[in-house]
């Protein structure tokens, strides 16, 4: 933090034909600030030069925020409001890593002015927003929804929709990429992307989902009259019209299963 002064006025020298000189006395004072303005600049860590557009927020000591205001094309800013006994100051600009400050007593702000230095952010890449939801256009959650480069089989990241249907992909390299989006009620989709170096955030369509037509299971055990179960016994599966469909054999708890069966009546034979 440094002092500042106010420039002082104009004031006239006059200088005659004989070349003689008018000397004036010239007092700088200090400039007098309102207990409820913020004042300071904002400039790079590194280049120190002043940053423009930067948004100065001025925050209670539990960030409740105050007042705000955009740093000019010097990087200077002003920001009034009714602040208490101490303030927090947020500092955000695109392209910078966000500054918070830790709880500044606003007694200790008269006559000073606040120096802000925001550090160029490094690059996460780019962000992939998309949405899934069914026929219904009903967003899905916990879809499983993964995203490969290329034409490579092993995944490049993988997450799964919220309960808007909403994911998010960051850290997305430019290139062309596939999406499987997979739902165990749902039937896959597949879609393609290219991710361009100029597209920060690369939002997608809606992808719909249709239903599986889910079929049925038939499981059982198989036991003796005594209660116990018989494994490896022969298990077959038939149909209305008493025509096989299946068969299978029971474990060693006598348990057997069918599964992947279309609507209708069903009977079983065990031997």
Known sequence: MSKTVVPTSPQTIVITDENQEILEKVVLSEMTWDENTVMGNVSDKY?????????????????NPIAYNFSDIDGNFSIEGSFGPSIRIIA???????????????????KK????????????????FGS???????PIPAVRVTIFRGQSLNPYDFTFTNQEGLYIFDNIEPGNYRISIQSQSY?????????????????????????????GTIYGIITDKNNVPISNALVV???????????????ED??????????????????
């Open 132 to 138: 899934i939801k069914d026929t219904q256009q009903k």
């Open 237 to 251: 599966l038939c149909n209305g019209n008493n025509l096989p469909v299946q068969f299978t054999y029971t474990n």
């Open 92 to 110: 955000a600009k695109k392209g910078y890593e966000t500054i918070s400050s830790d709880a500044i007593p606003t007694e200790s702000l008269n």
């Open 47 to 63: 280049t120190g030069k002043p940053i423009e557009g930067v948004c100065i927020k001025v925050c209670d000591q539990e960030y």
């Open 187 to 215: 039937i896959e989709r597949i879609i393609n992307i290219e991710a361009v170096r100029d597209q920060h955030i690369i939002t997608l369509e809606p992808v719909y989902l249709k239903r599986k037509l889910l079929k």
């Open 254 to 271: 006598g348990i057997y299963t069918f599964y992947k069966l279309e609507p209708g009546t069903y009977s079983i034979i065990a031997k």
């Open 113 to 128: 002015a606040l120096n802000l230095e925001l550090s160029p952010a490094p690059s996460h890449g780019l962000v992939i």
